[in-house]
């Protein structure tokens, strides 16, 4: 079998930032899947998955109701290795384009301190696995280490 894509990415030498992982054609539109690496693989502790999940539901609440993103956003969610969260998004854009955005999600995950939006029996299958302090810690890390201060060394992949 080939090798998918996103397994050809030296994962080594991969950083925490913002990539484009892969452009599809479906109709006449672009969907755009963008890799959010939050943590450096293979060299930092991955994330446990009760932030994980709470970081799906809040960034999935948030991009839900965003006025420009809300009907282009297709998925968000977690990636197996726990290092990151993969963003699907209808249109063609680049790792650049969606710098303010990924920002302002993460400053609402940051300091966020309600109730989960669908952390109930009724709404989630798993609504007890949650960990917001350390959703607010990881969104912070993530803010203060890449997003603030991004380049094009976090915007496009490491050859």
Not at 68 to 90: A, E, V, W
Not at 114 to 130: F, H, I, T
Request: proline content about 6%; some cysteine; hydrophobic content about 35%.
């Amino acid at each position: 079998m080939e090798k998918i894509t996103s397994f050809t990415i030296d994962h080594l030498k991969l950083q925490p930032g913002i990539y484009v992982s892969r452009k599809d054609p479906v109709g006449d539109c672009v969907v755009t899947t963008f890799d959010l690496r939050m943590t450096s693989p293979n060299e930092e502790p991955v994330m446990n998955t009760a932030e994980v999940h709470t970081i799906e539901h809040l960034a999935a609440t948030y991009l839900r109701n965003d006025p420009q993103y809300k009907d282009k956003t297709l998925y968000f969610g977690p990636m197996g290795c726990r290092t990151g969260f993969y963003l699907l998004l209808t249109g063609d854009y680049e790792s650049k384009d969606i710098v303010g955005l990924v920002t302002a999600l993460f400053e609402f995950i940051r300091d966020y301190k309600d109730e989960v939006p669908g952390a109930s029996p009724k709404d989630c299958g798993n609504y007890l696995d949650m960990n917001l302090g350390m959703a607010n810690y990881l969104a912070k890390k993530y803010l203060d280490q890449v997003l603030y201060q991004i380049d094009d060394s976090r915007l496009v992949y490491p050859q």
